[in-house]
């Protein structure tokens, strides 16, 4: 089954037990618009229920971004509260959910959205030149979700995303494969290698027992998860937030005032 276009969208290919999921928006380093999120979510539902796929793999179309994070102009109309973060908790949460392994093929940037799209995958492999981050202290100003940030932690460790997030630094592949967040680099002719080899490796063992361990270790990571909801909407109410918004579509350094 091949689903494809050529505006914003996401890209549904689907080859006997492997599926490839393309986020497709290269002209904007294939940032997530709102309607790209949604068919995100629907396209997780669907494979969910393909018992015939074993292996789903995640790239970005081009080879600037796997993806570079949200449409900002969809945060004009999102900036009244916290609902943005409490809708991307759900739709992350239908790919971490997946009963099937998943790879995320990484080339350029994975940032904001798209470091929490490939942290979502259970195998993550990348260009030696690749970097991840999430710069919201210097662009946006927003917030993540206690659910997000529980993910993060548990997959990059507290002191690597505190430095994403406090110093908003993005941090170069060879630190992340170091540390074990990274499965694998590669140069970039042999990434789709590197990425085919493990998925065919994946496809072989027994689905149910891979599917019992992700997902015992999913609902182990979201147990027991704090209420922030007075720190999200502080956040996503306040002047700070719509001047970031504002300074990004503007093409200049917001200016912030603690408020």
């Known amino acids: 089954m091949n689903i494809s276009s050529t505006t914003p969208c996401i890209d549904l290919d689907i080859d006997g037990k492997i599926a490839r999921v393309t986020f497709n928006n290269p002209a ?7 309607p790209m999120y949604e068919e995100l979510k629907k ?8 018992s015939e796929v074993r292996v789903v793999i995640f790239r970005g179309a081009g080879d600037k971004a796997f993806v570079s994070g949200s449409d900002i102009q969809q945060f004009v109309d999102l900036q009244k509260d916290e609902a943005y973060e409490i809708a991307v908790d759900q739709i992350f949460a239908s ?6 392994p998943t790879i995320a093929m990484i080339e350029g940037l994975a940032v904001g959205s798209g470091l929490l799209m490939a942290t979502a995958c259970d195998f993550r492999i990348s260009t030696k030149d690749a970097r ?3 710069p919201v202290a210097k662009t946006l100003g927003n917030c993540l979700s206690p659910s997000n940030l529980s993910w993060l932690a548990a997959h990059l460790g507290i002191p690597t995303v505190k430095k994403m997030l406090l110093t908003a630094e993005l941090i170069k592949a060879p630190e ?4 074990g967040y990274l499965y694998e680099t590669a140069e970039a002719t042999d990434l789709q290698v590197a990425v085919n080899i493990l998925a065919q ?3 072989a063992l027994a689905p149910i027992t891979q599917k019992a361990s992700k997902l015992t270790l999913a609902r182990l990571l979201q147990s027991n998860l704090p209420d922030c909801t007075e720190l999200m909407r502080e956040t996503y109410n306040s002047k700070d937030f719509r001047e970031g918004v504002s300074a990004f579509l503007e093409g200049r350094s917001p200016k912030w005032a603690g408020e």
């Open 201 to 203: 490796k994946l496809a």
């Open 43 to 50: 396209i997780c539902d669907s494979l969910a229920s393909n």
């Open 28 to 34: 904007a380093r294939n940032a997530l618009t709102w």
């Open 176 to 179: 992340l494969l170091e540390s």
């Open 132 to 134: 991840f981050g999430i």
């Open 95 to 100: 790919l971490q959910q997946l009963p099937m």
